[in-house]
T-cell receptor, first 110, second 114 residues
Framework: DAKTTQPTSMDCAEGRAANLPCNHS???????VYWYRQIHSQGPQYIIH???NNETNEMASLIITEDRKSSTLILPHATLRDTAVYYC???????????FGSGTQLTVLP | ETGVTQTPRHLVMGMTNKKSLKCEQH?????MYWYKQSAKKPLELMFV???????ENNSVPSRFSPECPNSSHLFLHLHTLQPEDSALYLC?????????????FGPGTRLTVL
C-alpha cells in the first residue's frame, strides 16, 4: 500500500474550515484514499473515502488532486469536538488491514 | 443500539485470570475484525472473520482466542496474559471483508494486565 505523509499537528479556530493535507505520491490506480479520525482513547471513526473524484458527506469533503498524488480533508465548520488525530490511509484492492501512520493532531481552538 | 458496541469498556486483570471481550455490530455486516492498539505503536490487525469463518490470524499468541458465533457477535477470550498485552482492543466490522471495504470501529476495550 502507498505511504502517506501528513503534518504532525494543526490548529484551527472554532467555526472556521479545517483543511488537512495528505501526500500520497506513490498511490497506484486502484488504491482508494480513506480518512479516519481518533479522539483520545476511543475507537477510530470513519470519515470519508474516494478514488478520483471529490467526495462530500455530512461530516466532511475530500478533495483529491487530478494526479491523485495528494488530497485534502475539509471540515467546513470545525467545532471543539473535532479535536482528534486524523489519519489519511491509502488502501489497495486486496488490503484488509488498516494501517494508521502518525496522523495529524488537529486542535480546534475556542 | 447502533453501530459497533464493545464491552467492557475498561478491564483490569491479573496474569492468571481468564476474561472475555465482547463485540456486537448492528450494521448487518458480514466481516468482523479484532485490532490491538498499544501506546505509540501502529494499529495491529489480530483476526478477521468473514461470514463466521476465520480468514486471517496475524501470528497472534494462543493466549488470545477469538470466537465468532454469528456475523453480529465477536468475542476475544483472554487467558494467562502478560503485562505487555495491556492495550486498547478494537473491534471493527465491514460489509463483506473485501479490500476497500469500509471498516467501522467500536469504542474499544482498554485492557490493563497487572
Amino acid at each position: 500500500d502507498a505511504k502517506t505523509t501528513q503534518p504532525t499537528s494543526m490548529d484551527c479556530a472554532e467555526g472556521r474550515a479545517a483543511n488537512l493535507p495528505c501526500n500520497h505520491s506513490t498511490i497506484s490506480g486502484n488504491e482508494y484514499v480513506y480518512w479516519y479520525r481518533q479522539i483520545h482513547s476511543q475507537g477510530p471513526q470513519y470519515i470519508i473515502h474516494g478514488l478520483k473524484n471529490n467526495e462530500t458527506n455530512e461530516m466532511a469533503s475530500l478533495i483529491i488532486t487530478e494526479d491523485r498524488k495528494s488530497s485534502t480533508l475539509i471540515l467546513p465548520h470545525a467545532t471543539l469536538r473535532d479535536t482528534a488525530v486524523y489519519y489519511c490511509i491509502v488502501l489497495s484492492g486486496s488490503a484488509r488491514q488498516l494501517t494508521f501512520g502518525s496522523g495529524t493532531q488537529l486542535t480546534v481552538l475556542p | 443500539e447502533t453501530g459497533v458496541t464493545q464491552t467492557p469498556r475498561h478491564l483490569v486483570m491479573g496474569m492468571t485470570n481468564k476474561k472475555s471481550l465482547k463485540c456486537e455490530q448492528h450494521l448487518g455486516h458480514n466481516a468482523m475484525y479484532w485490532y490491538k492498539q498499544s501506546a505509540k505503536k501502529p494499529l495491529e490487525l489480530m483476526f478477521v472473520y468473514n461470514f463466521k469463518e476465520q480468514t486471517e490470524n496475524n501470528s497472534v499468541p494462543s493466549r488470545f482466542s477469538p470466537e465468532c458465533p454469528n456475523s453480529s457477535h465477536l468475542f476475544l477470550h483472554l487467558h494467562t496474559l502478560q503485562p505487555e498485552d495491556s492495550a486498547l482492543y478494537l473491534c471493527a466490522s465491514s460489509q463483506d471483508g473485501r479490500g476497500q471495504d469500509t471498516q467501522y470501529f467500536g469504542p474499544g476495550t482498554r485492557l490493563t494486565v497487572l
